[in-house]
């Protein structure tokens, strides 16, 4: 289960006047998945979000990677920045959302992957996080700024997807077993999108594995 949230009233600053909370967890929106795995949503997480984008926009070190489609290389469909340690990020938003997060979850949160989606043609494909979160249980904190996007769930084992439409300044959360029994995904779509950017906050601790017999 889900340790409670505390409910601090008023924005919190964070970081030099470049980063404050708006609604700091007050508000957090619980969708239950199956008795094992839900998302939460906390709507309107950050107060000025269009500052925050740009920051990110100009300062990660953003990447165009490949991948092997049967016999040949393909650029992925977006672009990447990845700090397995945060100390490296070039923003100390990131390091002071970390340090709030791992607060909250009770997780310790000590990296970063972020995703750029250009334009409505970026996409994501059906995945688990099965790289960084190699516990039955894992707690992964996904921040979005910019252009709206569906974020689609659905079972592993199929059926129906699940779809959310995070705004910008949106935390959405998964959690329980959302990366074991569950795949995401964000597609491609036919509407003319801007630039999103989705910032998923990593933790050692989820990368490694837990004793065997003990579920954490």
């Known amino acids: 289960m889900p340790r409670p949230l505390g409910t601090p009233q ?47 926009l100009r300062e990660l070190d953003w990447s165009q990677r490949q991948r092997w489609m049967y016999d040949r290389k393909v650029d992925e469909p977006r672009l990447t920045a990845d700090y397995q340690d945060i100390a490296a990020a070039p923003a100390e938003s990131l390091r002071a959302l970390a340090r709030r997060f791992s607060e909250v979850y009770d997780v310790p949160y000590d990296g970063v992957w972020a995703n750029q989606y250009r334009n409505e043609r970026d996409s994501t494909g059906w995945h688990a996080d099965y790289i960084t979160c190699k516990r039955e249980n894992c707690t992964v904190p996904v921040l979005t700024l910019g252009h709206p996007r569906r974020f689609l769930i659905k079972h592993r084992d199929g059926g129906p997807s699940t779809r959310f439409t995070p705004n910008s300044g949106d935390l959405l959360v998964m959690r329980g077993r959302c990366q074991v029994n569950w795949k995401h995904a964000v597609p491609k779509q036919a509407r003319p999108s801007s630039t999103r950017v989705s910032v998923q906050f990593q933790s050692t601790f989820q990368m490694t594995p837990e004793p065997e017999g003990r579920n954490t």
């Open 10 to 56: 008023g924005p919190a600053a964070l970081a030099p006047a470049r980063l404050e909370l708006d609604n700091d967890f007050a508000e957090v929106e619980r969708h239950q998945l199956d008795e094992h795995s839900w998302i939460e949503v906390v709507p309107r997480l950050i107060r000025n979000p269009d500052d925050l984008l740009e920051e990110l």
